[in-house]
């Protein structure tokens, strides 16, 4: 075990940090990271000094700096035992200095987010912060070790998109410990948060398509119990219901994400059906993209032999032909709002409103049949 592990501890006498708080730092790394995990033995104090090259003093002050922030337990005989990690006692520690680092955690680096993460690299670089963009794939597992690793590093507040840590949304009261949050786009997520309008924009979109008169209007969708698209079939339900139609789940796609490739695949086997769609609404651009793809190679022509509408308006939607009809998000507007609820929390404000909804807009154009 310390073989490897000392081959991620290097200590530079002359940085003009103590060792101490050098080892200290590391190994806290190491925790947060989850290359030392609960139950895991770190080596013997005049092991790792004989590993490191100094004296088995600095070792032990730093075993037991572990020990008093609840990171390990040092017993006789059983030796140093990493415990279950608490990013609430590495808060603790971190002083009253500001950072000036922020952390801020999305899905992906998606073309839909581009202007989000330029809107807040633009705000930060005039609140003289630092961002750091994590990008979790959808990998709740990866939410929560980014959120471990950005506190390790003393983060001033977080701003999570689309994906919140499931430590958070299951124990809300978690949220007083931890430096302020921000959530974008992530319903069930508690404290200050900034949603779309993904409802409204499904009502909009799908009504829009029953006023064309078409009546069997299929949707690729990720999974339905991701809260951020939960609200987008709602509107699509609500919207069949409204016109007295009863929505089938045999023209509802589920699929694995947003992403393009997802979009193909959906359309694929919507058109594989005994009564395939006349319209078809997908829960990303992207998704419809891919769905675009896949109808075109078949010979199929949109909109005479099915119509075609999406969600978000990125660049490609009006580069394509025929132009996609889309409800755009101004995603530059998500990243302004939420720094700037994340600004009154660092200065101890109470934002006036918990949650902020940003509207949508439809953008019309020939996919549909206009």
Not at 66 to 81: N, P
Not at 249 to 256: G, R, T
Not at 309 to 336: C, E, F, H, Q, W
Request: hydrophobic share 40%.
């Amino acid at each position: 075990m310390h073989s490897s592990l000392t081959d991620h501890l290097h200590l530079d006498p002359d940085s003009g940090v103590p060792m101490i708080a050098q080892l200290v730092e590391q190994l806290v790394w190491l925790i947060a990271s989850g290359e030392l995990q609960e139950g895991d033995k770190l080596p013997p104090m005049r092991a790792l000094a004989e590993d490191l090259g100094v004296h088995m003093h600095t070792v032990r002050l730093a075993y037991q700096r572990l020990e008093a922030d609840q990171l390990v337990s040092i017993r006789t005989r059983r030796g140093t035992v990493v415990l279950p990690f608490n990013p609430a006692e590495i808060v603790k520690q971190g002083g009253e200095n500001p950072s000036h680092l922020l952390g801020i955690i999305l899905p992906s680096p998606a073309t839909f987010y581009t202007p989000f993460i330029k809107t807040i690299q633009d705000e930060c670089r005039d609140l003289h912060y630092l961002p750091l963009f994590c990008y979790t794939f959808e990998n709740p597992y990866l939410v929560e070790t980014y959120f471990n690793q950005l506190i390790a590093r003393h983060v001033d507040g977080f701003i999570f998109a689309s994906i919140g840590p499931p430590s958070l949304i299951e124990n809300p009261s978690l949220l007083d410990a931890y430096p302020p949050v921000v959530s974008v786009d992530v319903p069930d997520m508690p404290g200050q948060r900034v949603l779309l309008d993904s409802e409204g924009a499904a009502f909009k979109l799908t009504r829009h398509l029953l006023e064309h008169g078409y009546r069997r209007i299929g949707l690729i969708t990720p999974p339905l119990e991701w809260p951020n698209v939960k609200a987008f079939y709602q509107g699509y339900e609500k919207a069949l219901v409204e016109s007295g139609m009863e929505p089938s789940q045999e023209l509802v796609a589920k699929v694995a994400g947003f992403f393009q490739s997802f979009g193909r695949e959906g359309m694929e086997r919507l058109l594989a059906a005994p009564d395939p769609p006349d319209a078809l609404l997908a829960a990303s651009d992207s998704l419809a993209l891919g769905a675009m793809d896949f109808i075109e190679e078949g010979g199929l022509s949109i909109p005479k032999d099915i119509a075609l509408a999406g969600y978000n308006d990125i660049p490609a939607a009006s580069l394509v032909s025929p132009g996609l009809t889309t409800a755009a998000v101004p995603a530059s507007r998500m990243g302004k709002q939420a720094l700037a609820i994340l600004k009154e929390l660092m200065e101890g404000k109470n934002p006036s409103r918990k949650t902020v909804t940003i509207p949508t807009k439809l953008i019309i154009r020939s996919s549909c049949g206009c």
